[in-house]
């Protein structure tokens, strides 16, 4: 059974930088596009990056410069690199599957002040 488990989250202010992680079991890390999601209060969850099997990445236009998705396949391990952190980038942050979702993980807490 596959399992996502986030961290990195955190209270920080406006300007300032988070690194997220998150840890995959259960699976072959290597074979799979996987791609960093969130969910504000009220909202939607949203992709906000996504990062393929080559090392492709993609972003919404909302974090484009500002956020970068990597992965270490070795760690079986997805990260985002977060800066110039917003307050409307307040929100859970979750890792999975880009094409087929496996189960959520809790998620991790982003909080961003003004």
């Known amino acids: 059974q596959v399992q996502l488990v986030e961290s990195g989250g955190g209270l920080v202010q406006a300007g300032g930088s988070l690194r997220l992680s998150c840890a995959a079991s259960?699976?072959?890390?290597?074979?799979?596009?996987m791609g960093w999601y969130r969910q504000a209060p009220g909202k939607q969850r949203e992709l906000v990056a996504r990062?393929?099997?080559?090392?492709?990445?993609n972003y919404v236009d909302s974090v484009k410069g500002r956020f970068t998705i990597s992965r270490d396949d070795a760690k079986n391990t997805v990260y985002l690199q977060m800066n110039s952190l917003k307050p409307e980038d307040t929100a859970v942050y979750y890792c999975?599957?880009?094409?087929?979702?496996?189960?959520w993980g809790q998620g991790t807490q982003v909080t961003v002040s003004s």
């Open positions: 999975n599957n880009i094409w087929h979702f496996w189960d």
């Open positions: 990062i393929a099997t080559g090392g492709v990445t």
């Open positions: 259960g699976m072959i890390l290597s074979i799979n596009d």
